[in-house]
């Protein structure tokens, strides 16, 4: 299978995903002409799920640019990491589920730690990835491999873990874990983007 073939199938279920998100927000019932104050009542048992649906939304995205990442620096593509990504993308195309879930009992322990479980699969399957092409030799540049190899899913594994853990103890702990993990990848990437712009136009 090429390289291409797989990544085309793959930003498929991302651009589905994302759209199935947005199902879940479905407009309240109100009456026409109806005051601010009345559309803000109205509005605000939505308030979970658009939380649920940021999040969500938020760690699709996150996955996908490391996805596209990833893949864009790989030599080959083996019959291996095809059904690896399979795997990932089984228990992305699950997520919107618990984000359901979650959105409708945000504070009962069972949905948060249905989606803590879910998405410590996709970190782990995501560690599997970038174990695999390291011990393969799949990536084009070493440099490249150093940097976002295994050790990359580790914030994340250990999260989502401890997310899944601390449901038993406090589903407010376990919810603060869930909203730390994109900070672990989003503004570290943002910081990496402005290091390398610099470097660029300070050779120029």
């Known amino acids: 299978m090429s390289k291409a073939?797989?990544?085309?199938?793959s930003d498929g279920v991302f651009a589905i995903?994302?759209?199935l998100l947005v199902l879940e927000l479905r407009v309240p019932a109100?009456?026409?002409?109806?005051?601010?104050?009345?559309y803000a009542t109205a509005m605000m048992p939505l308030i979970p799920k658009l939380v649920s649906f940021a999040l969500t939304f938020m760690m699709i995205c996150i996955h996908?640019?490391?996805h596209h990442d990833f893949f864009r620096q790989l030599q080959r593509i083996t019959i291996e990491l095809v059904w690896l990504n399979n795997l990932f993308l089984l228990w992305l195309c699950f997520l919107p589920f618990p984000t359901a879930l979650f959105g409708d009992h945000p504070t009962?322990?069972?949905?948060?730690?249905?989606?803590?479980?879910?998405?410590?699969?996709?970190a782990l399957t995501f560690y599997a990835f970038r174990s695999y092409a390291l011990h393969a030799q799949l990536f084009e540049d070493n440099v490249f491999a150093k940097a976002?190899?295994?050790k990359r899913s580790l914030p994340?594994?250990?999260?989502?873990?401890?997310s899944a853990l601390a449901s038993f103890i406090s589903v407010y702990l376990a919810l603060a874990c869930l909203f730390i993990v994109p900070f672990?990848?989003?503004i570290p990437s943002l910081i990496e983007n402005y290091i390398r712009q610099r470097k660029a136009a300070s050779r120029k």
């Open 5 to 9: 073939r797989l990544e085309a199938f």
């Open 17 to 19: 995903l994302l759209t």
């Open 108 to 122: 009962d322990q069972f949905p948060v730690l249905l989606y803590s479980v879910d998405s410590l699969l996709c």
């Open 30 to 38: 109100i009456a026409d002409h109806s005051s601010l104050g009345q």
């Open 156 to 162: 994340a594994i250990s999260l989502y873990a401890f």
């Open 64 to 66: 996908w640019v490391s």
């Open 184 to 186: 672990f990848y989003f």
């Open 148 to 150: 976002h190899g295994p």
